[in-house]
């Protein structure tokens, strides 16, 4: 299975390679003919697919896409052997040019789709508890903080957001050396002391409105 996957990511990451690239930002179709594969995985206008854990991404800060594709990039994130769905992931940002990477960030920042379903079942309440340090870097409202680097998290599948706490807890994201965002998020963890803060935490984020773009 694995092995399965790691065949279908270098297959697409070749693909990658043979294409050239750079699109104008004022020619940007949806879906960008370019970054089409990106659905392959993350589905019709990035709306996400939890059969591959790839999550939905439609409409997500530009700023934010950019900063995790060069984490990908660079090997900060998605290397870690525990971190089997960030290894299908990294070989794609690899593949990117930063001008790709700059131009994959305004697509997937232009995509819509209807606002995921709730998953995960956990109690509210004590949850607000736990979010009141998340606020500082995430906003009183899930709405994200680019000056702090902590992305929205109101639009996001709540399945991925308890992975990725997860994978914060078990060092497999944000432990790289150099991945200053992640060790900064990987510390503020603590305060989640076993798998049902992380249930109370989710559930008060899926109750957050964001933005209200
Ligand atoms: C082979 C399947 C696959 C393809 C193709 C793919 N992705 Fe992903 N992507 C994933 C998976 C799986 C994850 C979740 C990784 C994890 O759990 O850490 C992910 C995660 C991401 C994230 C991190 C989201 C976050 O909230 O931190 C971004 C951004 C992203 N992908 C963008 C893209 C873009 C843009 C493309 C096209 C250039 C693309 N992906 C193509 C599978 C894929
Ligand atoms: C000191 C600032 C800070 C605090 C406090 C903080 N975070 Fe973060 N968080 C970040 C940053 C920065 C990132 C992006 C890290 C990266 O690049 O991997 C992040 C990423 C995340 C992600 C991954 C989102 C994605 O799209 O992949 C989740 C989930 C998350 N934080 C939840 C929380 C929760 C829940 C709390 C409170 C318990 C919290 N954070 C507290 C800064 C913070």
């Not at 104008?24 to 960008?32: C, F, H, R, V």
């Not at 019709?44 to 530009?62: F, T, Y």
């Not at 870097?137 to 997860?166: F, I, K, R």
């Not at 900064?184 to 989710?202: K, N, T």
Request: include cysteine; proline fraction near 4%; charged fraction near 15%.
């Amino acid at each position: 299975m694995r092995y399965g996957h790691k065949i279908i990511a270098l297959a697409i990451a070749l693909f990658l390679i043979g294409t050239n690239g750079a699109i104008a930002a004022d020619e940007l179709p949806i879906p960008a003919d370019e970054f089409v594969f990106c659905t392959t995985c993350h589905g019709v206008q990035l709306m996400g697919n939890e059969l591959i854990k790839a999550p939905r991404l439609s409409g997500m800060d530009a700023w934010y896409v950019e900063q995790q594709l060069q984490s990908f990039k660079n090997g900060w994130r998605g290397t870690h052997e525990n971190d089997i769905s960030g290894m299908e992931m990294q070989p794609m940002a690899a593949a990117l040019k930063d001008e790709q990477i700059a131009a994959a960030a305004r697509f997937t920042h232009l995509t819509q789709s209807p606002q995921p379903l709730e998953t995960v079942s956990g109690n509210a309440n004590k949850g607000r508890m736990l979010y009141a340090t998340c606020a500082a870097c995430h906003g009183v409202s899930g709405e994200g903080n680019q000056a702090l680097g902590g992305p929205a998290l109101t639009d996001l599948n709540d399945w991925y957001l308890l992975t990725q706490l997860m994978n914060y807890r078990d060092g497999s994201r944000g432990s790289h050396p150099d991945d200053t965002y992640g060790m900064q998020m990987r510390a503020s963890i603590q305060v989640l002391s076993d798998d049902a803060a992380m249930l109370d935490v989710v559930s008060y984020i899926n109750s957050l409105e964001g933005s209200l773009e």
